[in-house]
């Protein structure tokens, strides 16, 4: 972990089952490393708290039509989806998540 000048590095031992989700997260090649896994976690839980009531409505009508849509056959095939939900992730990660330093 990075650390301020004069203050040690964190450090902390995890259960096994949150030491198997974050072995989980490194073996799909998307983190670097456990700081990765941990500091992308913890920005889409700070994202998710700062969401405003506005925020959650739309997403609950947006969850709320598709789910009408579903309703009315008006589906897409699962690899279609797993695309779009893909690059949404991407569009959403590069909006939210500041560039590291160098």
């Known amino acids: ?18 030491e198997s989700l974050v072995n989980k997260r490194l073996s799909t ?3 670097t490393s456990v700081e990765d896994v941990f500091r992308r976690a913890l920005e889409a839980q ?4 700062s969401w405003t009531d506005e925020e959650r409505r ?3 009508a947006h969850i709320e039509e598709g789910f ?5 056959g ?3 095939d699962g690899a279609q989806a797993r695309r779009e ?7 959403w990660h590069q909006e939210r998540v500041p560039k590291p330093r160098t």
């Not at 972990?1 to 949150?18: I, S, T, V, W, Y």
């Not at 009408?68 to 009315?72: D, K, L, T």
């Not at 939900?85 to 569009?91: T, Y």
């Open 46 to 49: 700070d994202a998710e708290e």
């Open 29 to 31: 090649g998307s983190y």
């Open 74 to 76: 008006e589906l897409i």
């Open 85 to 91: 939900i893909q690059g949404m992730k991407d569009s």
């Open 68 to 72: 009408s849509q579903a309703e009315r």
């Open 58 to 60: 739309a997403l609950t």
């Open 1 to 18: 972990m990075h650390r301020e000048k004069g203050k040690p590095a964190m450090q902390f031992n995890l259960p096994p089952d949150l």
